[in-house]
């Protein structure tokens, strides 16, 4: 943490804000296509194609051919999936921060700065589906300045805020393959309180889970204070 300072978002860091979450986000992609990859549905596809296609073709370059455009769809339509949620994102809440998130004193946006750059963000506002929780959003680190402890000292900005505020608990929201953040919240005292499916259609057919995490401030056990 040396040399970063955590401050509240001004209006000069809007497109840093921006490129910092946009680029977050793309790194799941390459994580997502895998978890394609690998489930069942997938795979009997594949092999159904590849299967029929030496059937009738007699020929090996056919099947392979079609199967390496069945990857690349598949690629496709996962990067698809996460650029429509980042443009919803960037034309929401990121579209005007301080709207969003510094009208109310029960909301806030933080940014990370080292040597006058943004290196990472984070936010809360009241949770919508837990009543007398924040809940943390838009975190995300520069991988440059990762294993800083950054990442770190923002979580607890967000829980000090919250206690600071009266409320009783912090809730998140992360996907199956963010599994580094999930190291992170678990290793800052979260636990996972559920597990749902992510609520598209293509998401549900492949079983692409989105996880609950709570961080209980009054309780025992909180952890990285």
Known sequence: ?????????????????KEVFTLGMSEHIPSS??????????QMVLMCTFCALVTSSQSFLLPIL??????????????YMFNRYIEATLSGDLRDVTNSYLRSQDSCFWVAESEGRVV?????????????????????????????????????????????????AVVLYTSMVQTDAQKLYEHMGYKKIREFAAPEVAAKVLNFMLYEYRLDLYGEGVQGW
Do not use: W
């Open 1 to 17: 943490m040396s040399g970063v300072q955590i401050r509240k978002f001004q209006e000069e860091d809007a497109e840093s804000v």
């Open 33 to 42: 296509f895998m978890h394609v990859l690998k489930q069942s549905l997938t």
């Open 66 to 79: 079609a199967v390496t455009l069945l990857l690349a769809g598949a690629r496709l339509g996962i990067i």
């Open 120 to 168: 990472g963000t984070v936010a809360c506002l009241p949770a919508e589906n837990a009543p007398g929780c924040l809940e943390l959003k838009r975190i995300s680190v520069r991988r440059s300045h990762r294993g800083r402890g950054i990442a770190k000292a923002l979580c607890r900005t967000v829980a000090d805020f919250t206690r600071d505020r009266g409320y009783a």
